[in-house]
Protein backbone atom coordinates (compact mmCIF):
# COMPACT_ATOMS: atom_id res chain seq x y z
CA UNK A 1 0.00 0.00 0.00
CA UNK A 2 0.96 3.74 -0.80
CA UNK A 3 4.02 1.95 -3.53
CA UNK A 4 2.44 3.89 -6.59
CA UNK A 5 1.55 7.10 -8.50
CA UNK A 6 1.60 10.42 -5.47
CA UNK A 7 -0.13 13.25 -6.22
CA UNK A 8 -1.42 16.37 -4.16
CA UNK A 9 -4.23 18.33 -4.56
CA UNK A 10 -3.97 22.37 -5.82
CA UNK A 11 -4.50 23.10 -1.61
CA UNK A 12 -1.80 21.04 -0.76
CA UNK A 13 0.63 22.33 -3.10
CA UNK A 14 -0.46 26.32 -2.41
CA UNK A 15 -1.09 26.12 1.38
CA UNK A 16 1.48 23.52 2.65
CA UNK A 17 5.31 23.82 2.37
CA UNK A 18 7.09 21.22 0.35
CA UNK A 19 8.93 20.63 3.63
CA UNK A 20 6.23 19.86 5.30
CA UNK A 21 4.39 17.86 2.48
CA UNK A 22 8.19 15.85 1.99
CA UNK A 23 7.85 14.72 5.76
CA UNK A 24 3.90 13.80 5.52
CA UNK A 25 4.99 11.37 2.76
CA UNK A 26 7.89 10.30 4.68
CA UNK A 27 5.62 9.02 7.82
CA UNK A 28 3.65 7.06 5.31
CA UNK A 29 6.73 5.21 3.97
CA UNK A 30 7.92 4.56 7.66
CA UNK A 31 4.58 2.68 8.56
CA UNK A 32 4.57 -1.00 9.05
CA UNK A 33 2.47 -3.03 7.24
CA UNK A 34 -0.30 -3.80 7.22
CA UNK A 35 -1.27 0.10 6.55
CA UNK A 36 -4.61 1.66 6.61
CA UNK A 37 -5.44 3.16 3.79
CA UNK A 38 -6.68 6.27 4.90
CA UNK A 39 -3.97 8.08 6.89
CA UNK A 40 -4.66 11.11 8.51
CA UNK A 41 -2.20 14.59 9.59
CA UNK A 42 -3.24 17.06 12.16
CA UNK A 43 -1.15 20.26 11.82
CA UNK A 44 -1.18 22.77 14.93
CA UNK A 45 1.36 25.32 16.35
CA UNK A 46 2.92 24.48 19.32
CA UNK A 47 4.60 27.58 20.29
CA UNK A 48 7.28 28.81 18.20
CA UNK A 49 6.91 24.60 17.20
CA UNK A 50 4.81 22.66 14.54
CA UNK A 51 3.29 19.76 15.77
CA UNK A 52 2.01 17.30 13.38
CA UNK A 53 0.00 14.58 14.49
CA UNK A 54 -0.13 11.43 12.30
CA UNK A 55 -3.12 8.52 13.34
CA UNK A 56 -5.04 5.60 11.46
CA UNK A 57 -7.39 3.95 12.77
CA UNK A 58 -6.65 -0.02 11.76
CA UNK A 59 -4.77 -0.63 12.59
CA UNK A 60 -4.78 2.05 15.40
CA UNK A 61 -1.86 3.94 15.21
CA UNK A 62 -0.48 7.64 16.81
CA UNK A 63 2.29 9.22 16.76
CA UNK A 64 3.22 12.85 17.32
CA UNK A 65 6.24 15.31 15.63
CA UNK A 66 7.66 18.64 16.53
CA UNK A 67 9.90 20.71 15.13
CA UNK A 68 10.85 24.38 14.29
CA UNK A 69 8.95 25.82 12.22
CA UNK A 70 9.28 30.38 11.18
CA UNK A 71 5.41 30.23 10.64
CA UNK A 72 3.52 26.97 12.16
CA UNK A 73 0.45 26.13 10.27
CA UNK A 74 -3.33 24.78 11.56
CA UNK A 75 -4.47 22.69 9.04
CA UNK A 76 -5.61 18.76 8.74
CA UNK A 77 -5.07 15.94 5.88
CA UNK A 78 -5.39 12.88 4.57
CA UNK A 79 -3.22 10.65 2.98
CA UNK A 80 -5.73 8.20 0.61
CA UNK A 81 -4.32 4.85 -0.98
CA UNK A 82 -7.09 3.94 -3.84
CA UNK A 83 -4.99 0.72 -4.84
CA UNK A 84 -4.28 3.03 -8.31
CA UNK A 85 -2.74 5.80 -6.86
CA UNK A 86 -2.14 7.61 -3.43
CA UNK A 87 -3.27 11.07 -3.29
CA UNK A 88 -2.65 13.84 0.00
CA UNK A 89 -5.53 16.23 -0.06
CA UNK A 90 -6.48 19.25 2.91
CA UNK A 91 -9.26 17.89 4.77
CA UNK A 92 -11.69 20.19 3.46
CA UNK A 93 -11.22 18.99 0.32
CA UNK A 94 -12.76 15.55 1.11
Known sequence: ???NDRYLT???DSTIPLKIQLFLWECVDRL???RDY???????PAGNLQSITHSSEKPEYRMEYLFPADS???EKLYVIDDGDH???L???EY
Open 1 to 3: MFN
Open 10 to 12: CGV
Open 32 to 34: PEP
Open 38 to 44: FQVFELK
Open 72 to 74: PIT
Open 86 to 88: STM
Open 90 to 92: LAS
